[in-house]
């Protein structure tokens, strides 16, 4: 500033320095601390180690530092990481002031960059500065481990993780920023506490004069976050990885290798694990919520169809994870269902309410059945409790309990109650079940192997029916029954406050029940979803298809043995007419709605079709004693031979041998399909289906 007078350049610091200061939102804590060190107080540090992902604010929170040491007439020591040369004699020599001056304080800004002075500065430079000086480094990664594991530096270092902003904060921000009030919710919900994604977003909403609580930044805020809080992507397969840590709730070598398909899948998990916006827990790894919102919104615009192919390779393995996990594993493997199909409504309504309390769930133990009936007694009334009483009784393991982590107290419990034909016991005692009845018998009825499913009592005192930690683990057992079930026609959410969760009950795809029962003087809603109507593996195949949705068709048909046997028949014989494959009863069951997903043109429906009849037919030969009726039923009709007679001929078989041949594959046929529309399939993938299940005999 050489030319310009000394008492102007005084008014424009000053300026600059309060400006600052009027900007500056939170971190009250880390300031704090740092006047504590300028003191010398009792307990402060020497020397402190502040890192965190990029635009976590560490340069800015540095800038307010050496702000305050200046004020407090302190020497201020500037060291920029990126610019240190490889000389640490050279580098350093600005701060040999702190040899001889106790009042000053050294201020490394990009440590990772200079990481290879991090020994000499530990073992050199830090032990020979006077007892007063203090000194901030910032970098993205913590420093090594060696300097935590010296007890010499115990009481003298402090090393601390710079996170996000609360919303509080980021609220106060954005208000400093001149963003209206309806914005800054979406906002800072964008953000997640990032300070540098927090600026650039209310930049965007400034500059675009944005307005509406479902505001989204634009492209052009996203490119400079990715540059900032990711950095380079070396390589394609590294950009696929990045794509799976931006949807899966946490990622593992696992699915990647599931995803990618390549041998490098556990190269692309350490260079993961490795970056600084990720963090590692006992089940995997996840970003940061800015990270992983700014990713998700890069990789949308960049390649939608790219995004959704991964997504549909990694929504199979985690079905399939939480339908096979062990009862401890249940919550977390539905936890990382929901992030993957309601991430946004499960925000809506849980962000808050996942950490507001500290609790666990537990199955019930005999000895917790009188505290359990009283406190539904208490909160729902006698009636209800005497319904509680009986569901135990018939169906005891139905009850979950949440307990407090602190002391272990019950805190609320939920009870799952499967309803089958013929229990009318429970139909003329329990009005809830009797109206969920009511409405899957009016939509079709059910077979003698389906049931129903009831979120029957949702019991948490503190917020009865209202957004809670114990409600949102409900939440996660109810999906886990909707996963892990086999045979459940329909399910039902019971509530007693219907417009408070029918945002959420329609997101579930659980509609209005008609009927209202009513219990000890409240009036309940029931909400249901027909799973036949659209089953699980459809509800996920759908959430980011680049094709539009097809619209729900008519629940699937049942077919009695007979008349599905007879349709199977005609369907081979069908087996080269897409109009007569289109037409055939068959299509309109859950055999062929559960890989089909729903009723396209005539040609796709032929090609579902075939497939399953192909499939059905191919399971004769795994096994040596049916290949023979194999061969006379692929002969007969997947060949194209004009007649049974020709077909004899082409197996060199009797005419009387090859019938009964023929005969027998074809019950065993109807019996493998009879069995999986008994029993729907589960997908490997939107495209893939499991071999069928071949009958015992």
């Given amino acids: 500033m050489s030319g310009v007078p000394s008492s102007l350049q005084a008014r424009l610091a000053d300026r600059l320095r309060a400006s600052r200061a009027r900007g500056f939102v939170g971190r009250e804590t880390y300031r704090a601390e740092f006047q504590a060190a300028l003191a010398g107080e009792p307990g402060a540090y020497a020397v402190c180690f502040l890192y965190g992902p990029g635009g976590i604010g560490k340069s800015s929170l540095l800038q307010r530092f050496k702000d305050t040491a200046e004020e407090a007439t302190r020497t201020v020591i500037d060291i920029d990481g990126r610019a240190v040369e490889p000389s640490p004699t050279q580098s350093f020599a600005v701060a040999e002031a702190a040899y001889v001056d106790d009042r000053a304080v050294v201020l490394i800004d990009a440590f990772d ?7 000499w500065l530990r073992d050199r430079f830090l032990p020979q500065v006077r007892t007063g000086v203090v000194v901030v480094a910032v970098g993205r990664k913590p420093p090594a481990a060696s300097w935590t594991s010296d007890m010499a530096w115990t009481g003298t270092l402090r090393v601390v993780r710079l996170d ?9 921000l954005l208000d ?32 675009t004069g944005a307005s509406g609580a479902d505001w989204r930044p634009p492209p052009d805020v996203i490119a400079p976050l990715v540059s900032q809080l990711v950095g380079d992507v070396p390589t394609e397969s590294h950009r696929v990885a990045l794509t799976v840590l931006a949807q899966s709730r946490v990622t593992t070598e696992g699915l990647l290798q599931t995803v990618l398909g390549t041998p490098d899948a556990a190269e692309m998990f350490d260079w993961l694990t490795r970056q600084p916006y990720v963090e590692l827990s006992r089940r995997g790894i996840f970003p940061h919520d800015t990270v992983r919102r700014v990713l998700e919104a890069d990789l949308q615009w960049r390649n939608r169809q790219r995004y959704a192919e991964i997504y549909d390779r990694i929504w199979p393995y985690l079905l399939e994870a939480g339908r096979v996990a062990d009862d401890p594993d249940v919550l977390p493997a539905m936890q990382d269902l929901a992030h993957l199909l309601l991430s946004e409504m499960e925000d809506r309504y849980f962000r808050e309410a996942r950490h507001e309390m500290r609790v666990y769930e537990a199955p019930m133990d005999p000895a917790d059945r009188d505290e359990i009936l009283a406190m539904a007694a208490r909160t729902e009334g006698a009636e209800s409790a005497a319904i509680l009483e009986f569901w135990l009784r018939r169906q005891p393991g139905c009850v979950r309990l949440y307990r407090s982590a602190e002391c272990g107290d019950l805190v609320g419990f939920m009870a799952w109650v499967q309803l089958r034909a013929g229990d009318r016991e429970a139909l003329e005692l329990d009005p809830v079940a009797a109206a969920a009845w009511a409405h899957a018998a009016d939509a079709g009825g059910l077979r003698a192997d389906e049931h129903i499913g009831i979120q029957r009592h949702l019991v948490h005192p503190a917020a009865y029916h209202l957004v809670s930690t114990p409600m949102h683990l409900m939440q996660l057992r109810t999906m886990a029954h909707w996963v892990r079930a086999e045979g459940m026609a329909w399910s039902y959410i019971v509530v007693s406050n219907p417009d408070y969760w029918r945002p959420l009950m329609d997101h579930l795809q659980h509609r209005p029940v008609p009927q209202r029962p009513r219990l000890g003087g409240v009036e309940y809603a029931l909400f249901g979803r027909n799973w036949e109507h659209v089953p699980l593996e459809c509800w996920f195949a759908g959430r ?41 009863p068959l299509v309109r069951t859950r055999l062929i709605r559960h890989v089909l997903g729903h009723l396209g043109g005539e040609a796709e429906v ?15 030969r795994q096994d040596p004693r049916t290949v023979k009726m194999y061969r006379a039923v692929a002969a007969t009709y997947l060949d194209g031979l004009p007649t ?41 993938g939107p495209e893939g289906r499991a071999a069928p299940a071949f009958p015992d005999r």
Avoid at 559 to 573: N, P
């Fill in 164 to 172: 996000g902003l609360s919303l509080e904060e980021s609220a106060a």
């Fill in 113 to 119: 960059e200079c990481k290879g002075l991090e020994e």
């Fill in 544 to 584: 980011h298809s680049t094709s539009p949705t097809p619209s729900p068709v008519d629940a699937a048909i049942k077919l009695s043995r007979a008349e599905f046997d007879t349709a199977v028949r005609q369907a081979l014989g069908s087996w080269r007419s897409a109009s007569e494959l289109a037409a055939n």
């Fill in 176 to 207: 400093t920023r001149g963003v209206k009030p309806e914005v800054r919710h979406s906002a800072a919900a964008f953000a997640s506490g990032n300070p540098l994604a927090l600026s650039l977003v209310a930049d965007a909403a400034a500059r």
């Fill in 606 to 620: 032929a090609v579902a079709l075939r497939g399953v009849l192909d499939e059905a037919v191919k399971a004769l």
């Fill in 644 to 684: 049974q007679q020709a077909a004899a001929r082409r197996l060199n078989l009797p005419f009387s041998t090859y019938r009964r041949h023929l005969t027998r594959g074809l019950a065993l046929t109807c019996e493998i399909l009879w069995q999986q529309e008994l029993k729907p399939r589960r997908l490997s």
